[in-house]
């Protein structure tokens, strides 16, 4: 295959959105983006997608600056949306245009139900004091008041707050909509999977190899290919380089009235919630249709599918806490997709030891609203029109490194423990009247400490990635500890940690 100035490896959101920027600042470059036309289990496709930046502030993203600085990079994208689809729509133009207008819905209404656990109410709180700390526009409003939330008597919320600029937008639509402005930028799209990153004599990255066995020259390379990026730097750097990628697999379904009134037309979410993230129901282009998401169960390897249990209690807390009537809509679409998702949650942002190679994933779950930031960063960092600036939240993020670490390890083990009591009780665990949750916390606090005592020199891990360890009986199996333990024992070496 002939040759190109940039290769983005990957076609989802992240890699489209590249793509399409870097053309737009330099159309004298050519562009291609390798990816499969089917996307089996891209994030982007199954993402709702809420543009959603103080909805998920918890209660530990102001307390580390790596946090701080994933949170700077959201509050980036949220002023960027309206400009970035207007831009998108005017690329893209025709019927791929209009989908994404119909489908973008302003406001997001975050309800904190009389159900929710404690982490889900400390997550509330710290988002409500973010808004009012930066002055974004939001208020509390009155439960009855708000279109679109019925829940069951007995889940009724006792607040509700409302987030005026982040709404949401249709994943589908905007991916589509992506590829054809990128096809009217002249992008080349590849319609394949890539095998390997290639490397000149000197080190430097000279394109990818696909699996056909063709190759594609290229002076850069990005790698934007969601979860699916882990293995393909694990081909290139040396062990323990960069974090590895984790598979967060989620679930979400969309749905269709019928006969039981008009749907909400913003978004109504929980806080993201213990070991996972925020039920959200979001409308779609059709005014009778909805999304409800998502699950997540993070794992080393890709999973055999979704827990039937994980889908029941999504349902369930969907029509329980949000609104009755979604429990006789109609089923539409179930959609599953993996998020990358970096051991220590934070993504892989920016240029590493390999000339020409650059990283652009690890966004967990807030990837698609912070593509247009990423987008614009990568492209500016490509295109060296601006040099990196020290002050960049960006620069938290370089792909080579430790796992970043934001708590004490004795902290993470009684933040996961206190996370796992709260999870139980999501998921319908109910104590005998005389007793509190108090034996849950120590029951998984004495699993907890074990695991990461057997990691001989832990890292204070995350709650959510800690969690399947213990709580799903097919991780307990040793062999993802096994791959932690030699994975912390390559990265101590490689980085002299
Ligand atoms: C159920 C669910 C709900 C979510 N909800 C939201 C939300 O509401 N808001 C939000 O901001 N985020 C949400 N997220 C997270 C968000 O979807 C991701 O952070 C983001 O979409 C990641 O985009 P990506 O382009 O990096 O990865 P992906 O969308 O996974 O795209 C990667 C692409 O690379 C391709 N690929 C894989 N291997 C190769 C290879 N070897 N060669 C070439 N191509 C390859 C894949 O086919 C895929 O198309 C959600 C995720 C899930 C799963």
């Not at 309800?111 to 988002?127: D, L």
């Not at 969601?226 to 323990?240: I, M, N, R, T």
């Amino acid at each position: 295959m002939p040759g190109t100035d940039v290769v983005v490896v990957g076609n989802g959101a992240v890699g489209l959105s590249i793509a399409v920027e870097i053309a737009r600042r330099a159309p004298e470059l050519h562009v291609s983006v390798v990816g499969p036309v089917e996307r089996t289990r891209a994030a982007s496709v199954a993402a709702g997608a809420m543009l959603n930046c103080f909805g998920e502030v918890t209660a530990h993203t102001r307390r580390h600056r790596a946090s701080e600085a994933r949170f700077a990079i959201a509050r980036v994208a949220l002023d960027l949306w309206p400009q970035w689809l207007a831009e998108l729509e005017a690329d893209a133009g025709g019927a791929e245009a209009a989908a994404v207008r119909a489908s973008w819905s302003e406001g997001t209404f975050v309800v904190m139900g009389s159900s929710s656990g404690r982490i889900a109410g400390e997550n509330f709180a710290a988002m409500r004091e973010a808004a009012v700390e930066l002055g974004e526009p939001h208020e509390l409003v009155d439960p009855e008041q708000v279109d679109g939330l019925a829940p069951r008597l007995g889940q009724r919320p006792f607040q509700v707050l409302h987030l005026r600029r982040e709404g949401a937008v249709d994943g589908r639509a905007v991916v589509t909509a992506l590829e054809r402005a990128a096809r009217r930028r002249n992008v080349e799209l590849v319609p394949a999977t890539v095998r390997s990153v290639l490397r000149a004599s000197d080190g430097a990255v000279s394109g990818v190899e696909l699996r056909d066995g063709r190759t594609v020259s290229a002076g850069a390379v990005v790698l934007a290919a969601g979860v699916a990026s882990g293995a393909l730097a694990d081909q290139v750097l040396p062990a323990g380089a960069v974090p590895p990628m984790l598979h967060g697999t989620g679930l979400a379904v969309t749905v269709k009235r019928v006969n039981t009134g008009p749907r909400g037309p913003h978004v109504i979410r929980t806080p993201n919630r213990a070991g996972t993230c925020g039920l959200h129901v979001v409308p779609l282009a059709g005014e009778d249709e909805q999304y409800i998401g998502a699950t997540n169960v993070i794992g080393f390897d890709p999973a055999p599918g979704v827990y039937l249990g994980l889908a029941q209690t999504m349902l369930r807390q969907a029509s329980e806490q949000v609104d009755e009537t979604l429990a006789v809509s109609y089923v539409q679409r179930w959609l599953v997709g993996t998020r990358p998702i970096p051991l220590d949650c934070y993504p892989l942002i920016g240029p590493c030891s390999i000339p020409g190679l650059l990283f652009a994933t690890g966004t967990y779950r807030d990837g698609f609203h912070s593509s247009p930031a990423i987008a614009r960063h990568l492209a500016s960092t490509l295109l060296q029109n601006s040099p990196e600036d020290n002050d960049s939240p960006f620069t938290q993020f370089v792909p080579e490194r430790m796992p970043i670490e934001t708590t004490s390890v004795s902290e993470a083990v009684e933040g996961a423990a206190r996370h796992a009591a709260d999870t139980m009780h999501d998921q319908g665990t109910q104590m005998p009247w005389w007793l509190d949750h108090t034996p849950l916390e120590e029951w998984a606090r004495g699993r907890i400490r074990a695991f990461f005592e057997s990691l001989e020199e832990p890292v204070a891990l995350l709650p959510e990635v800690i969690d399947p360890q213990f709580l799903d009986p097919a991780a307990i199996d040793t062999r993802s500890t096994d791959r932690l333990r030699r994975y912390l024992r390559a990265a101590r070496l490689h980085h002299g940690a």
